[in-house]
C-alpha cells in the first residue's frame, strides 16, 4: 500500500469517510512500529511497538515505559516521516514553523522564522514542540 493510502491524516479521512471509528480502526490496521504519530494531544511521539495490554487489544507504545500507550481514537496523524506531522505554527528548534514545502527534486522542508530550512534526516534530531502543546503551556495574565 502506498504511504499516502496508509497514512492518511484524520481530517484528510473525515473529508472522504465522516467516522471518527472509522479512521481509528484504518490507524489501528495500518499504523507500524517505527512511525511517527501526532496525537490529539499535539504530541508527536515515534511508535516503539503494537501490543495487546489490559484495556486496548492494539495498544500503540511510544515510551520506554509500560505507561507510554494510547489507542488508536488518540492518533490525529501518523507517517514514517516525521516531516509529513509538521505543521505551521509548531516550533523547531526554538523558532516557528511558518512555511512548508516541497524541492523539485521532491525533498520536503520546513522553513522556520530564523531563516534556517531543515529537511527529514535533520528534524529527527531537531527539538519539536507543537503549537498544541505551546498553547497548553501557556498562560495569561489576568486581565488580558
Same mark, same amino acid.
Given at each position: 500500500m502506498d504511504i499516502k493510502e496508509r497514512c492518511i491524516s484524520k481530517k484528510e479521512y473525515l473529508k472522504r469517510d465522516d467516522s471518527n471509528v472509522g479512521y481509528a480502526l484504518h490507524v489501528q490496521n495500518?499504523?507500524? *512500529? @517505527? @512511525?511517527?504519530?501526532?496525537?490529539?494531544? #499535539?504530541? &508527536? !511521539? *515515534? !511508535?516503539? #511497538? &503494537?501490543?495487546?495490554?489490559?484495556? @486496548?487489544? *492494539?495498544a500503540i507504545y511510544f515510551g520506554i515505559y509500560d505507561d507510554d500507550w494510547c489507542n488508536s481514537?488518540?492518533?490525529?496523524?501518523?507517517?514514517e516521516n516525521i516531516i509529513d506531522l509538521i505543521e505551521v505554527g509548531d516550533i523547531v528548534n526554538k523558532s516557528e514553523v511558518y512555511e512548508i514545502g516541497q524541492s523539485e527534486d #521532491?525533498? *520536503?522542508?520546513? $522553513?522556520?522564522?530564523? #531563516?534556517?530550512?531543515y529537511y527529514e534526516e535533520e528534524l529527527e534530531k531537531a527539538t519539536i514542540l507543537? $503549537?498544541?502543546?505551546?498553547?497548553?503551556n501557556c498562560f495569561k495574565v489576568k486581565g488580558e
Open positions: 495500518n499504523i507500524k *512500529k @517505527d @512511525d511517527y504519530a501526532r496525537l490529539n494531544t #499535539g504530541e &508527536i !511521539v *515515534k !511508535v516503539t #511497538g &503494537i501490543r495487546e495490554n489490559q484495556v @486496548d487489544k *492494539k481514537a488518540a492518533v490525529e496523524n501518523f507517517s #521532491g525533498q *520536503k522542508w520546513v $522553513h522556520i522564522y530564523t #531563516g534556517a530550512l507543537t $503549537h498544541e502543546q505551546y498553547n497548553q
